[in-house]
């Protein structure tokens, strides 16, 4: 096959595959955000006012260091409870909605990782919940867990990134052909808030609050959260774990291998990067490594746990 049109090939199987999986993604979020706004918070949840907004912060178990969990863009906390419920048979673990998620009040934009680092601090604080803290994030929470940890070290014992996306495909230096696609994802999002704002039916006007915070972390994450973590020179001496899923997408055809090989080692290198950073790669995990090898997860956050505790 000619290389132009292996390149062809396989732009247009990268182009429908995140079309596709981003149009899964929009459709969970709508069936969750619909079912969530008729709903109160589960009882064992708690709704703390930060000053701006109230967040909804959920907590099981009881020691220290406290786990935090931050979850990846469009997925509420209830996805991490059984995550939550096993790493909480040994020590406290809080999660939480991010503004605008679940019963989270939308707070102020942009949505970067910046703004959401102080949130949490505010949140963690209001709700009295001492620290230093083992941070633990997926996806966007990755690169939140990581601005957090910068702004406030004195905060953080240890830290556990899951599949964070690769700063050099967010900074548009790698694939920047999919820039494109980025924009036109977060547009489609805001599109929806926008219309749903000017409905006067008040469930739609939720709906578009939830859709414009999710437009907004989705523009900054190739922003403002991309430059922040960009600019982390070092976590110390914390014990610091970076898992990366080892599943190629077969979606991808023949660059499947390729890219995942491209994500692989961008995990590795952040892992490499720092001075008691370990890279684990989830062979066959997707990129929800906590559903797809939970033993995994859980083994990794208690090994950061424990050796927070013998120290």
Known sequence: MKEDTKETVYRLRWFVLVIIRKLAILFVACVFFASCVRESPPFSDQIINI?????QMHR????????????????????????????????????????GYGQSEPGPVPRHSGREAEELKALLEKASIPGPYVLV???????????????????????????PPPLSFLLREEYRDLGAMAEQMTAEWQAIADSAAR??????????????????EHREMFGESARLVAAVSTFGDIPLVVM????????????AEDIQK??????????????????????GASHYLYLDVPDLVVESVLSVVYKVRAK
């Open 51 to 55: 000053g701006s907004h109230r967040l």
């Open 60 to 99: 099981e178990g009881k020691g220290a260091p406290t786990v935090v969990i931050d979850a990846g863009i469009t997925d509420p906390l209830d996805k991490l409870r059984p995550l939550q419920e096993r790493i909480a048979g040994v020590t406290h673990v809080i999660t939480y909605n991010r503004a």
């Open 137 to 163: 994030g997926h996806s966007l929470g990755a690169l939140n867990m990581q601005v957090y940890a910068s702004k406030y070290p004195d905060d953080v014992a240890g830290m556990v990134l899951l599949d």
């Open 199 to 216: 409905s006067a039916d008040a469930r739609e006007r939720a709906r578009s609050a939830f859709f414009g915070m999710i437009a907004s």
């Open 244 to 255: 990366a899923a080892g599943k190629p997408n077969p979606a991808f055809g023949e660059a």
């Open 262 to 283: 491209y994500w692989v080692a961008q995990s590795r290198a952040l892992a490499g990067k720092f001075l008691n950073g370990r890279f684990i790669l989830a062979e």
